[in-house]
């Protein structure tokens, strides 16, 4: 069995997220020596338990250096990492080339090239304030709020969509990728390569979507942005939002599809 997951506001918080005096915490990740991230000391030991009796995949938007200031992640414990939405697969700390070489294929597919698309969109869309992250094929926008030209926007995201890029705005962030590569063709590989019967996924965003629809089991948190967006597929929702549903999911799947022996425990 594989248990895909999303990182950021699905299983772990910043303290922006929850309240740190109602909530106990224990601290799961580091940046420039100070705590930022966190789970439930019960959503910990959950994941634990689901950590050793799954195939186990991040499945994050982050970088790979990013997602490795995660304790779990940089201590080698997820059996895969997919990062910036799908576009690279990780191993035991290596990248899968024979993914590499098909996400290279799919990009180069785009009708037009991923500078000249960064360019067009500093120069034709108001209000973005810098592009915070360049990758080889993904890139990241920070925008002003107030004055992001939402038109533009719009008219350049339905044009990039038919030459074959996605452009995504989430928050105060646009997401520049190729189309054909998400977290579901990432998972999809997966379960191939590990010729996994069931699938569960975790996710609470726009961009989980199609890793949610690859699989037999879904879960997300209540008053998330899916919530908002109603995709067209079965979904079970925590009764509590944040930090707290994320505890009640991974409670929930432990109670009801992992009562017996898995796959990873039966190849041991």
């Known amino acids: 069995m594989i248990f895909s997951t999303d990182l950021d506001r699905t299983l772990i918080f910043s303290k922006r ?12 990740e580091q940046r420039e020596g100070v705590d930022c991230s966190f789970m439930t000391p019960r959503a910990y030991y959950y994941f634990q338990e689901i950590m050793r009796r799954t195939v186990l995949v991040a499945n994050t938007m982050r970088g790979i250096e990013q997602a490795k200031r995660i304790r779990f992640v940089q201590e080698g414990r997820c059996d895969y990492v997919v990062t910036q939405n799908g576009l690279y697969i990780y191993r035991d700390d ?71 890029w996605e452009l995504y705005e989430q928050g105060k962030k646009l997401y520049l990728s190729p189309l054909a590569v998400d977290k579901s063709r990432a998972l999809l590989y997966i379960r191939e390569r590990e010729q996994a019967d069931s699938v569960t996924s975790f996710g609470d965003s726009y961009f989980d979507i199609p ?28 009764d509590s939002p944040g930090i707290l549903g994320s505890q009640e999911v991974m409670e929930h799947f432990l109670n009801h599809h992992l009562q017996y022996k898995t796959e990873k425990e039966n190849r041991r």
């Open 17 to 28: 997220r929850f309240d740190p005096k109602k909530v106990q915490t224990v601290p799961v």
């Open 94 to 164: 290596r990248p899968d080339k024979l993914y590499g070489e098909i996400v290279a294929a799919l990009a180069a597919q785009t009708q037009f090239g991923f500078d000249e698309a960064i360019d067009q969109i500093l120069h034709e869309v108001g209000g973005i304030l810098c592009m915070s992250k360049r990758y080889e094929y993904m890139a990241v926008f920070f925008t002003d709020g107030e004055r992001f030209d939402r038109r533009a926007y719009q008219q350049l995201r339905m044009y990039y969509h038919d030459c074959g």
């Open 211 to 238: 890793m949610l629809k690859a699989s037999d089991i879904r879960y997300s948190l209540a008053g998330c942005e899916l919530q908002e967006i109603h995709p067209d597929f079965e979904i079970h929702y925590s």
